[in-house]
């Protein structure tokens, strides 16, 4: 009996070992399963925590290149609207053939933001990556002009001109990047840094049927071919139009409507001819990290996904950094603010500065270099308020307190969108061409409000919308000595409501 109870004994023990054993290892199992499971969370968070890093690290990265792209990408879409007709046109022409202005602009034009109505226009543009091109400029008698040659990037590379070059004929060669070989001996070589180029030439008129005649005739004189028919009978070849290009919207709605991709994709096929400066290596160097490398195509497809879902949060913040920088670039230094007036002497030539040039390129495209022309702008009175054409405004210049320029000086009126604004007189400007009546201490006033003031006040009356609107002068050649707007010697007077 009791070798039977230890046997029972001994088989109860090994059950229960075996029991114990196997709940150990059922144990072990559960807590190896749920320290699995915390890993796996943890890795997943980690994972997140990741993706969410390298998602807002794109975007930053994205924005600052939308900012840094968006003058080249804004000049093929002008180039784009302003190029597509079959033969040259009041407001248009083909690749290579001039668009020469016969009048101002009115309220209609919408192909360029803050148009002028000082000069006639005299534009083209070329594509200077296989081959220069040879610009002519005949005698201009003494006549104030300007043919600034802005490059893809809107940086003015040259600006022949009254003030640089004087007035008498001259004839200049425009080679692209990287171009080598002989030009003939009689033209002077200017060396574009990009395939695109802009020729912006501005010449003075009166508007008078007669002073528009005088003009025609030197416009007509102007030549532009490529150095293969430099010296030979030339025409140009057939103009291509692409009836899918949309010659409607404004420029800058069309450029503000793409999508990250399409806008990153275009970009890229830009800077295969129009390669960045230099002193852009640190921007560079960013643009790889969201898939944009100078020479290569772009496909946002092959992109990791925090990546792409970085750059596509970028176009709306990006637009409104570059609408913003005005009152930033008051405090950045960038811009002055004085009585209403926001001006900049930083335009033209903009080096990295690369949300200056944004903000120009968006509400200016085609600006001068300051010793050419300088842009007082004003929304409004003072920061805290818009100009309207609900009230009545008046600007005064004391005697002998006319801009102090070497060319000419204008005030322009347009909508909150920087075009020109449709009113009875079709006047855009007010300037020193127009017959403005002195008050009797020798002071001027100009007028500024929707209605007329009077008969005897329309000479200097500006008409306004009914909404808001915007103001900006244009200083063409400012004085560089006292008085002078660019030492800051001159003040613009301020706009105030009239009582």
């Not at 005005?326 to 500065?353: C, H, P, R």
């Not at 707007?485 to 613009?492: A, H, M, N, T, V």
């Amino acid at each position: 009996m009791t070798s039977r109870i230890r046997f029972a004994a001994a088989g109860i023990a090994a059950l229960t070992v075996a029991l114990l054993g196997a709940c150990s290892k059922e144990a072990e199992t559960q807590v190896d399963r749920v320290a699995m499971e915390a890993k796996a969370k943890a890795k997943a968070v980690e994972a997140a925590a990741k993706a969410a890093a390298q998602e807002a690290e794109a975007r930053a990265i994205a924005i600052e290149s939308y900012v840094y792209a968006y003058p080249l990408v804004t000049m093929e879409m002008t180039r784009r609207v302003m190029t597509n007709v079959a033969a040259p046109e009041d407001n248009r022409a083909p690749m290579g053939q001039f668009l020469r202005k016969r009048s101002y602009p009115d309220a209609s034009y919408r192909d360029v933001t803050a148009p002028n109505a000082d000069t006639l226009y005299t534009t083209t543009w070329i594509d200077v990556s296989k081959e220069p091109w040879i610009l002519s400029i005949p005698d201009m008698k003494g006549r104030y002009f300007l043919f600034p040659m802005l490059d893809g990037w809107t940086n003015v590379f040259q600006v022949p001109g009254k003030r640089t070059t004087g007035t008498k004929a001259q004839t200049y060669a425009i080679t692209g990047p990287g171009w080598t070989g002989e030009l003939p001996a009689d033209v002077t070589e200017y060396k574009a840094p990009t395939g695109i180029v802009w020729i912006l030439g501005r010449i003075y008129s009166s508007g008078t049927p007669a002073d528009y005649k005088a003009v025609h005739a030197l416009q007509d004189k102007i030549s532009v071919v490529p150095l293969s028919a430099y010296g030979k009978p030339y025409t140009p070849p057939p103009a291509t139009v692409d009836p899918a290009q949309d010659m409607k919207t404004a420029v800058r709605e069309q450029v503000d409507a793409l999508d990250a991709a399409a806008y990153f994709k275009l970009f890229a096929e830009l800077l295969k001819t129009n390669p960045p400066a230099a002193e852009d290596a640190p921007m560079v160097a960013k643009l790889a990290k969201i898939g944009v490398v100078p020479g290569q195509d772009f496909d946002a497809a092959k992109l990791d996904p925090a990546v792409a879902k970085g750059l596509a949060g970028a176009p709306k913040p990006a637009q409104d950094l570059i609408m913003d920088w005005m009152k930033a670039g008051i405090v950045a230094g960038d811009f002055k603010l004085e009585d209403g007036w926001a001006f900049s002497t930083k335009v033209g030539q903009y080096g990295t500065n690369y949300v200056q040039r944004a903000l120009v390129t968006a509400i200016g495209l085609g600006a001068n270099r300051p010793q050419d022309a300088v842009y007082p702008t004003s929304t409004g009175p003072d920061v805290a308020a818009k100009y309207t054409g609900e009230k009545k405004y008046v600007m005064r210049f004391e005697k002998g307190h006319l801009p102090p320029v070497d060319g000419f000086w204008s005030l322009t009126m347009y909508d909150a969108d920087y075009f020109f604004v449709d009113n009875p007189l079709n006047r855009y400007t007010l300037s020193q061409r127009n017959k403005l009546k002195s008050n009797k201490d020798g002071s001027v006033d100009l007028y500024i409000q929707n209605e007329s003031p009077g008969k005897d006040k329309e000479s200097n009356w500006l008409p306004a919308p009914k909404g808001e609107f915007i103001l900006m002068m244009r200083l063409y050649w400012p004085k560089e000595t006292a008085p002078s707007l660019l030492d800051g010697s001159w003040k613009i007077p301020p706009v105030k409501e009239a009582s």
